[in-house]
């Protein structure tokens, strides 16, 4: 028997999600809300039966105010914040709490809704100096153009590679009902798209958002009892940046080399999960630009260095392909509500691996899937779900 | 040039060869920007004043095609009149990289590798003409370059 069919010890028996988008007048709480039911009627539980809960936003201080809305039934609720991660530490704290056998049925909820445009934020909230604000500097967009320009020069990945990605996630947003951008745009519009920041243009970034998703968690011993298809997570792992590491909002980086933090919590993951990366049947993977997309395939083991011109080129990254990579669209498709997103990227693994994903259901239904998440200042979560 | 640094204790100023001021671990010896109380690498807390060398290659680059919001305040060297204007990670041998603007480099020009040096550069004018300038890299070797200092164009 395989690593990853032994028995796990906490299950996903429900997902729900308020799509991602624009929605003038309604609240995160609110849209939170909706989530958080259909998770809950999903997995066939009212909220009394929920033991506790645990919830993520950027905007929202205090995502536990949602109970104003769901009934207010006394359970612990705790609200976490870790970034672009946040749904990562989330799940983590979560399984956690049933691993422990604190609790059997807990409920993950993100959501979050923010202005357009790029994020900003105090630059001394992230150890930066306030001149590094005053200089353009602070700047998530920046960092990934950085990045990526080097990995293209170390690596020989093209700009075409770059637009293929791109092309991928909105033709995917085109065959998800959910999904914030569902047009789908060729490759030369994605090129010819504003350059925002060399080599990355306007349609190969991801928007910031409103949305919420919400996932329901249970002891595995119980899990059939509430479904006929529950997931397992078998593994979460967040890790923080190491000094050397090459991250976004860092005014210096060392010359000594040391991977990136998803490099590490990925291998963790997998140690924790008993699988290896050639188990993996579907990836959702921290596409905040297409250049994030085909660095992280790297990072978690996925392909080597300077494989995705070929991978892509070939289609392997597609629903049809053999490593399907963000099939719902990414961010690039369905923009990012930070505190939402990780749950996002469960609820289309899941959705995927029960086999109900209608018109972009990957034609083999999945068993392993791979969701992970990065952002500033050098956070990632990577987590390893099975059936 | 005339304008005060957009921050005590970033760079030397004013000066014919403007230094970065970074800071060396007494512990690990690991050499750090802007200078912190601790230390980065190690966590001690004993890092002494280190002026940090003129000149490095270009890392890696970017080009700014939008004006950042605030914080961002720069309105003469780079700002919305100017865009694209190019930053980068710049390597200083044996110390460390350090993220900037590049000014006098053009898409044509910009390359990865190119050699670079530090300069001095008008940053903005308030409402009331008070002048600030910051720190840039420009192309060539510190000796060589006769323009430092007199606001190079961001190019294009």
Not at chain 1, 84 to 91: P, R
Request: net charge negative; charged share 20%.
């Amino acid at each position: 028997m395989e690593g990853w069919q032994q028995v796990s010890d906490v299950a996903i028996i429900g997902v729900g999600l308020h799509p991602f988008g624009r929605y003038p007048g309604k609240s995160a709480l609110t849209m939170g809300a909706e989530a958080a039911r259909l998770a809950l009627a999903d997995a066939g539980l009212a909220w009394p039966d929920v033991d506790f809960a645990v919830g993520g936003s950027f905007e929202v201080d205090q995502p536990d105010a949602v109970v104003a809305e769901l009934g207010m039934t006394g359970l612990p609720f705790t609200n976490v914040y870790n970034g672009c991660a946040t749904a990562g530490s989330a799940l983590a704290l979560a399984a956690q709490q049933i691993r422990l056998g604190e609790h059997r049925i807990g409920l993950v909820l993100g959501l979050d809704k923010h202005e357009g445009g790029a994020f900003t934020a105090d630059p001394t909230a992230y150890a930066c100096p306030a001149w590094y604000g005053e200089m353009g500097l602070f700047l998530t967009t920046k960092f990934f153009g950085m990045k990526i320009n080097r990995y293209m020069h170390d690596h020989g990945i093209t700009q075409q590679t770059l637009a293929r990605v791109a092309a991928k996630a909105y033709a995917n947003g085109a065959v998800n009902p959910t999904a914030f951008r569902r047009t789908a745009l060729s490759e030369e519009e994605i090129l010819s798209s504003r350059m925002l920041n060399f080599p990355l243009t306007q349609y190969m970034f991801c928007s910031p958002d409103e949305g919420a998703a919400a996932v329901v968690v249970c002891d595995a011993d119980i899990a059939r009892r509430y479904t006929d298809t529950p997931v397992y997570l078998r593994s979460v792992v967040t890790r923080t940046r190491r000094y050397g590491a090459f991250e976004v909002h860092t005014p210096s980086a060392a010359l000594e080399h040391v991977p990136a933090p998803t490099v590490e919590a990925a291998r963790a993951a997998y140690e924790a999960a008993g699988i290896g990366p050639e188990d993996v049947q579907i990836a959702q993977l921290q596409d905040t630009d297409a250049g994030n997309e085909v660095m992280h395939m790297a990072e978690v083991g996925l392909c080597a260095d300077g494989e995705q011109n070929e991978l892509i080129a070939a289609g392997a990254t597609t629903i049809t392909g053999s490593l399907p990579v963000n099939t719902d669209g990414g961010l690039i498709a369905n923009g990012e509500p930070v505190g939402a997103s990780g749950l996002r990227q469960v609820h289309e693994l899941v959705t995927q691996m029960r086999g109900r994903a209608g018109d972009r259901q990957v034609p083999s239904v999945p068993r392993v899937g791979l969701a992970q998440l990065y952002g500033a200042p050098g956070v990632a979560a990577v987590s390893i779900l099975t059936t | 040039m005339a304008g005060e640094p957009i921050a005590e204790g970033l760079f030397t100023w004013p000066s014919d060869q403007p230094r970065l001021i970074g800071g060396r671990c007494g512990e690990c010896d690991a050499v750090s920007f802007p200078r912190r109380h601790g230390c980065p690498r190690c966590g001690a807390v004993a890092v002494t004043e280190e002026l940090l060398g003129r000149e490095g290659t270009l890392w890696t680059w970017t080009s700014q095609g939008f004006a950042p919001k605030e914080p961002f305040n720069g309105n003469v060297t780079v700002g919305a009149q100017h865009a694209p204007w190019f930053v980068g990670l710049v390597e200083i041998p044996g110390e460390l990289r350090i993220e900037a603007l590049l000014v006098g480099v053009t898409p044509e020009t910009i390359e990865i590798g190119m050699p670079v040096h530090l300069v001095v550069v008008p940053w903005r004018v308030d409402d009331e003409g008070r002048e600030t300038v910051t720190f840039a890299f420009a192309p060539g070797a510190a000796g060589q370059a006769a323009h430092d200092g007199g606001g190079v164009a961001a190019g294009v």
